[in-house]
């Protein structure tokens, strides 16, 4: 199964309309971007969470601003980089580099983002079996869709 159906075609579409106007224009004309629509859906057999090892793949931008780079969230052409940091790691810690999203709830309590907390207490009430050492996280605004199979993904 390809991780982005119909690559060539959706690269070339990405290439003539969003990505030249943004080229010829500085602007993110976003009635001119055609989302990637898979359509195979990946299915799978069904597992038992409580015997299994969760890993949380945040699309947030969250990082640990005194040990890492925060995303380049200003960039009109998307950050492709990821950043791990342990599920440990207290609330207080971690930042959001991520200028595409209303950050007032995430501001409040990071738990919408990030629910590291409620995780960790599923787990403790055996419902999950563990939690990966490391949350995995990137600044969901990836406009090219093949960086994103190239680059991020691996």
């Known amino acids: 199964m390809e991780i982005l159906e119909n690559r060539v075609d959706w690269y070339k579409n990405y290439q003539e309309n969003w990505l030249r106007h943004y080229q010829e224009t500085g602007e993110t004309k976003w009635d001119l971007y055609k989302l990637p629509n898979n359509q195979t859906v990946p299915a799978g ?14 699309s947030a ?5 005194a040990t890492q780079t925060p995303f380049d969230a200003e960039n ?30 995430v501001n409040e309590d990071q738990q919408v983002l990030l629910p590291l907390g409620h995780l960790q207490a599923m787990v403790d009430a055996g419902r999950i079996g563990a939690l990966a050492d490391d949350v995995i996280s990137f600044m969901g605004y990836q406009p090219d869709a ?4 190239d680059e991020t993904v691996p």
């Open 45 to 58: 057999k069904g597992i038992d969470l409580t015997q299994s090892r969760l890993v949380l793949i945040s």
């Open 61 to 65: 931008g969250g990082y640990l601003p």
């Open 76 to 105: 009109d052409l998307g950050d492709y980089t990821i950043r791990t940091f342990p599920v440990t790691t207290p609330p207080t810690n971690i930042a959001f580099a991520h200028t595409h999203y209303d950050h007032t709830a």
């Open 146 to 149: 093949t960086r994103v199979v």
